[in-house]
């Protein structure tokens, strides 16, 4: 993972830089290593230090951002960069309860980059080490109503001598050994210790209430070339799903078929298909529009040229929508 220091690093005396800690554990929240990896040597090699993070323009850290999920993320990374840039001088403060003060930055944020980054003994539960808590000590409440429990059962076992290492230790033994299906535990260095695994219950822990099913939503997307190739884009509100990103005019996403309501006159066509995203708390599917046009006027939106359009840019339901059509446009006149 390109954000540790490495154990030898560490017994040269390399510390881990706060502001890689910071950003890696804010990419990781409700994302997968694999998935934050290229984001995470994007960012680092575009804005190598925290104060460069916090002078680059909005749009470009969400361009940046695109496909990584999660936007409110990305508007509350620069806003955290900011003040850490502008109210503290370009240093991250190096507690718990100061990182705490800062935007974005919830409870397991600054535990992770207090403990990971300065080496204090904070205790760091993400999903992985709940998961490790649950079994090492046969927990059977479900969850979430088991989180004050695992949280007390983590905190023990946080050691006062190298809280950092241990931190990463136990996040990665959840992620590699002690997986949610099929634990490794015959190469386990808990297995002695390891109630759910002495009784045979490792498998079904930790209990989980089950989950409401999600509901489906519908809607609109329009997407207008120009016949100079520029499409047609708006930055959508910075409250709200996707805020601050980039994205295809349309309509609201709600459980009925919307208006046809465009935000150009054009001779809409529909390519057939739709797409289908799932965000956190709902389905979408999303029927889809397309037109050249000569208008030049939007009611929404502004024209993005030809040359600055990069469908990676846009956050992933905009880019589907996009790749769904690519292959239907004719050529230009
Ligand atoms: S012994 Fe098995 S269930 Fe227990 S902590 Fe190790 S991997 Fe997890």
Request: net charge positive.
């Amino acid at each position: 993972m390109p954000w540790r220091v490495s154990p030898a690093d560490r017994r040269a005396g390399v510390r881990p830089d706060p502001y890689r800690v910071w950003l890696s554990e804010v990419m990781l929240q409700q994302t997968t290593v694999a998935a934050v990896r290229d984001y995470f040597r994007k960012f680092t090699a575009i804005w190598p230090r925290v104060t460069d993070l916090a002078a680059a323009a909005d749009a470009d850290v969400m361009a940046a951002w695109a496909g990584l999920g999660y936007y409110a993320r990305a508007r509350n990374l620069l806003k955290c960069a900011r003040v850490v840039a502008h109210e503290h001088g370009g240093t991250f403060p190096d507690t718990r309860e100061r990182l705490l003060a800062l935007p974005g930055i919830g409870p397991y944020t600054a535990a992770a980059v207090a403990a990971i980054a300065f080496d204090r003994p904070e205790t760091v539960l993400d999903g992985n080490v709940e998961r490790v808590m649950a079994r090492l000590h046969a927990v059977e409440v479900p969850l979430p109503m088991a989180k004050p429990e695992l949280m007390d059962r983590a905190a023990r076992l946080t050691p006062q001598a190298r809280p950092g290492d241990y931190a990463q230790a136990v996040m990665d033994l959840g992620a590699t050994i002690c997986t949610p299906r099929g634990p490794a535990c015959g190469i386990c260095p808990w297995r002695d210790d390891c109630q759910a695994h002495a009784r045979g219950m490792q498998a079904d822990l930790p209990r989980k209430l089950p989950k409401a099913a999600k509901p489906t939503r519908v809607g609109i997307a329009y997407l207008a070339r120009r016949r100079d190739g520029a499409w047609l884009l708006e930055t959508r509100p910075d409250k709200g799903l996707l805020g601050g990103m980039l994205g295809w005019p349309g309509s609201d996403w709600a459980e009925k078929v919307p208006a046809h309501d465009p935000p150009i006159d054009a001779d809409w066509r529909d390519p057939g298909g739709e797409v289908r995203h799932t965000f956190t708390h709902f389905h979408l599917r999303l029927s889809l529009r397309v037109a050249d046009t000569t208008e030049n006027e939007p009611a929404r939106g502004a024209f993005v040229p030809a040359h600055r359009f990069r469908p990676a840019d846009l956050p992933t339901v905009m880019r589907k929508a996009y790749d769904l059509i690519s292959a239907t446009l004719p050529p230009l006149e």
